[in-house]
């Protein structure tokens, strides 16, 4: 990239509690950034205010097309892109009501909810990346960074259709590193423990004892320091690809 030019990356589902942290760290660090956000109004209208030149787009990822304009209109408003980052997912869907102090169980999830998790967590991922990759290669290459989760690579009492979801991004990330490597295009997934708030929000309060036991740092996690992983991994990463990478204090 040349080195007057600014860092151009697109951050999917800025407006979560992660997201907009990778977004102010991002802006923080000088980069020309493009942000999504769904139900998230108040907050996006606060990133705007607080992030100036950024761009924020609303997108319903449940609609890939959708998916894929979003980017289109981001490569344009940004004149490129160089990383896109996917930290957009849902956790928990309607179906029947969750008994206290539990997670989303096997009778708990109908039809419409996995259709509708997998097409955010997962298929909105397949149709954002396979819209950036041409701008990646028109600019030499690029990072790809999809935020995935620790159930996606251990067990762990989660809801099911979600840590499938994690795990797909997995799979995901090794075929498209090889298929985007020659590219020069790296694509890796960053596996965050359970972390101080976000989709966690939705955890029963014993299973975040139970980690915070088995931890080996004796806590969740923050958000800034997932971020700081995250922005390192957009912007400096030149070697590491088709890996997943878990950040959560060795559970
Ligand atoms: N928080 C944790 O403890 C934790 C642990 C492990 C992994 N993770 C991973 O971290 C990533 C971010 O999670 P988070 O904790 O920051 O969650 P969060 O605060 O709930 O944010 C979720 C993001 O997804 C967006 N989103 C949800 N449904 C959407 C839809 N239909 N269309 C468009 N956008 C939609 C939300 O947009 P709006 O809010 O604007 O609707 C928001 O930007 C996820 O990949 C998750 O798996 C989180």
């Known amino acids: 990239m040349d080195s007057m030019k600014r860092f151009r990356c697109v951050i999917v589902g800025g407006s979560g509690a992660l997201g907009s942290t990778i977004c102010r760290r991002l802006y923080k660090d000088g980069a020309h950034i493009g942000w999504t956000y769904h139900s998230g109004e108040v907050i996006a209208a606060n990133l705007r205010g607080e ?7 609303r997108v319903d990822l449940r609609d890939t097309t959708q998916v894929e304009q979003t980017i289109a209109a981001f490569a ?66 690029g990072n790809i960074v999809l935020v995935g989760s620790v159930s996606g690579t251990r067990p762990l009492p989660s809801p099911i259709h979600y840590a499938t979801s994690r795990t797909a991004l997995e799979g995901m990330a090794r075929a498209m590193s090889k298929e985007v490597g020659p590219d020069n295009i790296r694509v890796n997934v960053i596996e965050p423990g359970i972390l101080e708030a976000g989709v966690s929000r939705s955890l029963p309060g014993t299973l975040r004892e ?42």
């Not at 096997?106 to 397949?126: C, F, K, Q, T």
């Not at 590491?240 to 959560?248: H, K, M, S």
Request: net charge negative.
């Open 51 to 57: 992030l100036p030149d950024s761009v924020g787009l």
């Open 210 to 251: 139970e980690y915070e036991k088995h931890c080996a740092l004796k806590r969740v996690g923050t958000m800034s320091e997932i971020a700081n992983v995250v922005a390192w991994f957009a912007q400096h990463n030149t070697y590491v690809t088709g890996q997943n990478i878990l950040v959560d204090g060795a559970l």
């Open 76 to 141: 344009q408003q940004l004149g490129g892109i160089d990383a896109l980052i996917h930290c957009a997912a849902i956790c928990l869907t309607p179906g029947d009501e969750i008994p206290p102090d539990q997670t989303q169980k096997l009778p708990h999830v109908h039809r419409a909810g996995w259709d509708e998790l997998m097409a955010i967590n997962v298929s909105s991922v397949y149709f954002a990346c396979r819209e950036a990759v041409p701008h990646m290669q028109a600019a030499g290459g």
